[in-house]
């Protein structure tokens, strides 16, 4: 017996469509709760070290980073704009700096260390701007406040 255009079947398969309600009542399951965080949880483990080398990589090369902070800094004489006093800073430092500092994290740096070469990073993009006028001046970097690096 031969179905038609109105026989219900498709021609190509023999089978009935799916019914019309099947997709809006839930018939196609979502992965359980637990099989979610699973997945999400190995996504993150291939996916975020790759995504991190590569930022990583970027500062180092051509992007640098940008910082961001309130710490005391200084290294003029009292009386002068550039005394040691609470400041908000926000700069973008060099590639070489980010390299620099991103190594010293990696290689298991101590803050102390760390704030050392961020301190060092600021001065020369912020104050010495890259090496010029008072490239040889040591500077303050304490009581840090608040500290963002950013890609």
Not at 21 to 42: F, N
Not at 102 to 126: Q, S
Request: proline residues 4%; aromatic residues 6%.
């Amino acid at each position: 017996m031969r179905q038609g255009l109105h026989g219900g079947r498709s021609r190509a398969t023999g089978r009935l469509p799916p019914h019309r309600g099947a997709l809006r009542s839930g018939a196609i399951k979502r992965p359980q709760k637990r099989l979610q965080a699973a997945l999400v949880q190995e996504t993150e483990a291939q996916w975020q070290p790759q995504v991190r080398a590569q930022a990583r990589q970027r500062a180092a090369t051509s992007g640098g980073l940008v910082i961001s902070c309130r710490v005391y800094f200084g290294f003029g004489p009292e009386g002068s704009s550039d005394a040691g006093r609470m400041r908000d800073i926000m700069t973008a430092v060099s590639p070489a700096h980010a390299d620099r500092i991103l190594a010293a994290r990696e290689d298991g740096a101590t803050d102390d260390e760390l704030h050392e070469l961020v301190a060092e990073a600021i001065a020369d993009a912020y104050f010495r701007k890259e090496g010029g006028g008072r490239a040889g001046v040591h500077v303050e970097f304490k009581n840090v406040d608040r500290l963002d690096i950013s890609f």
